[in-house]
């Protein structure tokens, strides 16, 4: 059941560049998180969003989190080649989470 | 820092074979999962444990079984291989509070020929 939806689904930018990729639901979560997955490997936890409306800074990436607590952004200020991913928000129910299918992001030089 | 190891990075089965998939957490978690990866699909939960000898289907078990014999260790079997099954494999691991970060193995990429 995929109850959550990413946007964009692709983004290529030159590094320096600012982008914000969106993560939207219908359901509320009690807490949502992202993950960075590089090519040929496993997710690895970016941040853990928890109360409605709270605003989380990890150097240049900021998360949000909807007042409403249904969907989330994820900024990223000058975009470096090290940016380069797959990045998947994802949502708590109960034990498990819910998975986006993520936004496949490459940064050029 | 958390490890969560898998026993394969390539495995490459026959149509029918039965495969073991292995993983290991170091870090004491109640939960463990196991997830697979498709292109334009994301991740779809197979099955998952909150306990030993515990588990409960995910969205996509059939064709999957698992065991959970200790903490640590947590398999997903493929009684019988089809190539459907081709994919990329994910096992991950976390505390036991609900909605608890997920730690992940670097992933087994399994080919059914």
């Known amino acids: 059941t995929q109850l959550l939806e990413q946007s964009p689904q692709f983004l290529s930018i030159q590094e320096g560049e600012n982008l914000t990729v969106y993560c939207n639901s219908s359901s509320v979560f009690s807490s949502l998180q992202w993950y960075r997955q590089e090519p040929g490997e496993g997710p690895v936890l970016l941040v853990t969003?928890?109360?409605?409306?709270e605003v989380k800074k990890l150097k240049r990436l900021t998360f949000q989190f909807g007042d409403a607590r249904k969907d989330s952004s994820l900024h990223i200020t000058a975009a470096q080649t090290g940016d380069t991913g797959l990045y998947l928000c994802?949502?708590?129910?109960?034990?498990?989470?819910?998975f986006g299918k993520g936004t496949s992001l490459l940064v050029t030089p | 820092d958390v490890k969560v190891t898998q026993s394969s990075r390539y495995l490459v089965k026959r149509t029918g074979e039965k495969v073991f998939l292995e993983c290991v957490q170091d870090?004491?978690?109640?939960?463990m999962f196991w997830y697979r990866q498709d292109p334009g699909l994301g991740l779809r939960l197979i099955y998952f444990?909150?306990?030993?000898?515990?588990?409960e289907k995910g969205d996509i078990p059939e064709g999957y079984s698992v065991s959970r014999e200790k903490k640590e260790r947590f398999s997903l079997i493929l009684e019988s291989a089809s190539t459907n099954q081709t994919s990329m494999y994910l096992c991950?691991?976390?505390?036991?509070?609900?909605?608890?970060?997920?730690?992940f193995g670097p992933g087994t990429r399994l080919t059914v020929t």
């Open positions: 991950a691991s976390s505390g036991s509070r609900e909605g608890y970060e997920q730690y």
């Open positions: 969003v928890v109360t409605g409306g």
């Open positions: 444990s909150y306990d030993v000898k515990m588990k």
């Open positions: 870090m004491d978690h109640e939960n």
């Open positions: 994802a949502g708590a129910k109960g034990y498990a989470l819910n």
